[in-house]
C-alpha cells in the first residue's frame, strides 16, 4: 500500500511538471514570433512583420495567455497598416 502511494505521488509529480513545461513553451512560442517580427519591422520589411504579428496574434490566441502582448501585438499591426498606407500615397 504504501509503494503505490509512492509511486502513485511520483508519477503525479512527473506529470504535472511536463504540462508546466509544455505551457511555458507555448508562452515562449508566442515571444519569440512577436521578436522576429519586431526584427523584420527594424528592418523595415512592413508587410513580413504584419504577418509575423499575425502569427503571433494567433498563437497567443491558441494558447489563451499574454493579454498584455495581445494588446500591444494589435496596436502594432494597426500603425504598420497606416505606415503602409502612407507609403503607397
Known amino acids: 500500500m504504501f509503494l503505490y502511494i509512492i509511486t502513485t505521488t511520483i508519477l503525479a509529480i512527473v506529470l ?12 515562449n ?3 519569440r514570433l ?3 517580427a519586431l526584427r523584420s ?3 523595415c520589411n ?3 512583420a504584419i504577418g509575423q504579428y499575425e502569427s503571433a496574434l ?3 490566441k491558441r ?3 499574454n493579454s498584455a502582448l495581445k494588446t500591444k501585438i494589435r496596436e502594432k499591426i ?3 497598416n497606416v505606415v503602409l498606407q502612407y507609403h503607397k500615397r
Open 41 to 43: 519591422e527594424n528592418d
Open 63 to 65: 494558447t489563451g495567455n
Open 34 to 36: 512577436f521578436n522576429i
Open 29 to 31: 512560442n508566442s515571444i
Open 58 to 60: 494567433t498563437e497567443i
Open 46 to 48: 512592413f508587410e513580413q
Open 16 to 27: 504535472l511538471y511536463f504540462f508546466r513545461q509544455r505551457q511555458l513553451r507555448k508562452k
Open 78 to 80: 494597426k500603425l504598420l
